[in-house]
């Protein structure tokens, strides 16, 4: 992995300003499997997840936090993770735990099930944490949270 110059988070930024969060979650995804080099497969590995570049992930969540004034972002998941009973440390059975209570709580399930991602909210009245979700709540829980933004 490589840390990658700033101009490839433009993009992403001008998404955010607009308040255009769908396109600006798919950018994310984008930006992300750009710098983990893992555009062909589509997703991240967990270890993946892991040697990702911090300064990376920082700028993409000091991103999401500032044009949602806080309310969207990675750190803004990560405290969530935690307080459902989630850790840092990858460990299935937690995993597995904590994402349904996760996913309740920030809107990705309803009733019970999983939402489709073309029925997220991608608007300011979504709930705290909603995003980013890079494409799949599914996908985006098994590795967003291992580290520590």
């Known amino acids: ?17 607009s308040q255009n969060f769908r396109e600006a979650d798919t950018e994310t995804l984008m930006v992300v499997l750009k710098v983990a080099n893992r555009e062909k497969e589509g997703r ?13 992930l920082l700028i993409i969540d ?17 405290k969530i993770w935690c307080e459902c009973g989630g850790a840092r440390k990858y460990d299935a059975d937690m995993v597995l735990n904590t994402s349904i209570s996760f996913g309740d709580r920030v809107g990705w399930r309803c009733k019970g099930k999983w939402l489709p991602y073309d029925q997220l909210n991608f608007s300011l009245n979504a709930p705290v944490g909603h995003l980013p979700c890079g494409g799949s709540p599914h996908n985006f829980l098994l590795t967003a949270h291992t580290r520590v933004v």
């Open 44 to 56: 991240l590995t967990l270890e993946d997840a892991k040697t990702f570049p911090y300064e990376n």
């Open 1 to 17: 992995m490589k840390l990658v110059e700033s101009n490839l988070f433009s993009k992403l930024e001008n998404l955010l300003r």
């Open 62 to 78: 000091n991103l999401w936090c500032r044009w949602s004034n806080g309310k969207f972002g990675i750190s803004v998941q990560q």
